[in-house]
């Protein structure tokens, strides 16, 4: 049976909509009302309220900031009332504002102030997207008590009165003061009694030392700011290791954890990501690069779970571990800590071939009035300028001539599953049609494979030059371009006839195959192929060898075609499927029918 390569697309937008669900389906009176005055700034709408914030104005003129957050500017101030302020001074023994010495001050205005203007409509259940002037982010969530919705700042303070519009920005009043991580990530991990085995590992790795460098000191700016995601004792202990000398023993090969090759060295580096990555962030992105070489962590949100390495590979599924929600998005004063309810290490996975069923994909399939129908259909693939499936993108999704969706009932050419991804492609500046479309590819495990690009031969067809990775490190551009005006015989051969085998080593060495099994060939299931052996038709469905890619990282990679040459007729590219298959392995076989059915290579 064929192996279907499905995906889900990203659901990390559901963060936001079930902030906004909390917010707008409150039982009781909306708290969010907005206030808005452009008669005053920061400093004056305090001073026009005393009985809230006298102290807040005073601790503004101790610290000298009163100046510029009374000036012109967009700035956003979390402004505890003096309840708030009150309840801060008794927390640090002093009687009054006058007793803070003024630096202290000075970083108490910082850590609630941010340099841009943030209303509640930018909130997410995770970090703001600036900086507060103190140098740490703030995280805002939803809360709902006794049937009342509100925003929690840093989990310790809640909004009482936000979006209150000023000259000079946005103020939100809350009713605690907010408090700055003065730990480490080494350090809170350290303290706490919940990771003992994780602390010496780190610890005996020297990933300690690294992860106790404060951000203003560090001197890799790309580490100012880095994310652990660790187990706790209680979770490595469901695994069967109650002690860092059993974790040791488990993983270390070498006995020199500090040796980067040794696996204990590399199963702490698995767990370190570089900058502050908060639920809402993991949520946002399918994979986490982690300081692990080339190793990435997968992410996945599914119901109210955030999974880690939760994958589908080589048509099967592999159970991933989740984030414990209670005991993670523990900002510190250079990163942020994630708990995982599980153990989880580098994944060892092995090069196979992938035969890519290009058409896949989750948002296509789910039109079940379309999907692969056995009468035709087509689906057009955009909609309001965007693309409607997540793992393709289009040059101009607006374009007049949009990219579709078929599912065939031709019988002068047969696709795999009888269906393909239709393109009308051109070189010229031309706003109805595409200079380049790409697709987000299956997982695949480093190393290098061949690349045979499956399509429907076209007299009318462009010239497409294929890119991995484009804009990044890792692009890398396929040698051999794809014309689609191509056929088999291009490769020298004008007929598999008889001698087969011949035909098909002919074919291989001038960087072609064919693909669709024929007429002359059964599989194990007593099913016939689709296509002549010889005549009219058995050419017209190549398979292009595009040239050898080396996948640096194991992950779903983005491929691009785009323009070169040839023409531009409207729905003249026809794209089926594209092969990964390693050097190593039969480059020919497996072969497939319209039906989805798998032919695989004789025994002779």
């Not at 920061?42 to 309220?49: A, M, R, S, T």
């Not at 990771?195 to 203003?216: C, R």
């Not at 779970?305 to 004063?333: K, P, Y």
């Not at 991995?468 to 020298?492: H, I, V, Y």
Request: net charge neutral; aromatic share 10%.
């Amino acid at each position: 049976m064929k192996k279907i390569y499905r995906f889900k697309p990203n659901q990390g937008w559901i963060f936001m909509l079930i902030l906004l669900l909390f917010i707008t389906n409150s039982c009781k009176k909306e708290l969010y009302t907005q206030s808005t005055t452009d008669d005053v700034n920061i400093v004056g709408y305090l001073e026009l309220y005393p009985d809230q914030f006298s102290l807040m104005t005073e601790i503004l003129e101790r610290s000298g900031t009163s100046g510029y957050l009374g000036a012109y500017g967009t700035y956003t101030l979390f402004t505890p009332d003096n309840t708030a302020i009150k309840a801060w001074l008794v927390k640090l023994n002093k009687a009054s504002v006058a007793d803070v010495p003024v630096e202290d001050l000075k970083n108490m205005v910082k850590f609630h102030l941010l340099a841009d203007t943030i209303g509640t409509e930018a909130f997410t259940d995770g970090k703001l997207p600036e900086l507060t002037l103190y140098g740490q982010y703030l995280v805002t969530g939803a809360t709902n008590q006794n049937g009342s919705s509100s925003y929690l700042v840093n989990k310790q303070a809640k909004i009482t009165k936000p979006n209150v519009r000023v000259g000079n920005g946005v103020m939100h009043i809350i009713d605690e003061v907010l408090l700055p991580s003065t730990k480490t990530l080494a350090k809170m991990i350290e303290e706490s009694s919940r990771y003992t085995i994780f602390t010496q590992a780190l610890k005996e790795t020297g990933f300690y030392d690294s992860l106790n460098v404060e951000q203003s000191e560090a001197t890799d700016t790309l580490k100012r700011f880095q994310t652990a995601i660790i187990e706790s004792d209680s979770a490595l202990n469901v695994a069967g290791i109650s002690s860092y000398a059993q974790l040791k023993a488990k993983l270390s090969k070498t006995s020199s954890p500090k040796n980067h090759t040794d696996s204990l060295w590399l199963y702490v580096a698995y767990h370190i990501i570089p900058g502050a990555n908060y639920m809402a962030d993991i949520t946002e992105t399918s994979a986490l690069y982690t300081l692990a070489p080339r190793e990435i962590i997968t992410s996945k949100f599914v119901g109210q779970m955030i999974l880690l390495n939760d994958d589908d590979f080589n048509g099967v599924h592999e159970q991933g571990v989740a984030i414990n929600r209670s005991f993670s998005d523990l900002t510190t004063s250079n990163g942020v800590i994630h708990d995982s309810k599980n153990l989880f290490k580098i994944k060892v996975r092995f090069q196979v071939p992938l035969f890519w069923e290009i058409t896949d994909q989750p948002e296509i399939s789910s039109q079940g009035s379309i999907w692969r129908k056995p009468t035709g259909s087509t689906y057009v693939l955009t909609a309001n300028g965007a693309s409607l499936v997540a793992a393709y993108q289009f040059e101009r999704p607006s374009a007049g001539q949009t990219p579709k969706y078929v599912s065939t009932t031709a019988t002068n050419r047969y696709f795999s599953n009888s269906d393909y991804l239709s393109m009308s492609m051109i070189a010229a500046t031309n706003t109805a049609r595409n200079v380049w479309f790409e697709m987000k590819t299956p997982m695949l495990v480093k190393g290098k494979y061949k690349v045979w690009a499956c399509y429907g031969q076209n007299s009318n067809g462009p010239i497409l030059q294929a890119v991995f990775d484009k804009g990044t490190s890792m692009e890398q551009t396929m040698p051999t371009l794809l014309d689609c005006r191509q056929t088999l015989d291009a490769s020298g051969v004008v007929s598999a006839g008889a001698a087969l085998a011949d035909a098909d080593n002919n074919m291989l060495s001038q960087g072609f195959k064919r693909y669709m099994a024929h007429a002359n060939e059964t599989n194990v299931d007593g099913i016939k192929g689709s296509i002549p052996q010889t005549g009219t038709g058995w050419n017209v469905n190549p398979s292009r060898l595009l040239g050898t890619v080396e996948i640096l990282t194991t992950d779903r990679h983005w491929i691009r075609f785009t323009h070169v040459g040839g023409n531009t007729g409207q729905d003249y590219t026809w794209i089926d499927m594209i092969h990964f298959i390693p050097l190593d392995k039969d480059q020919n076989y497996p072969r497939f029918h319209k039906t989805a059915a798998i032919f695989q290579r004789p025994n002779l």
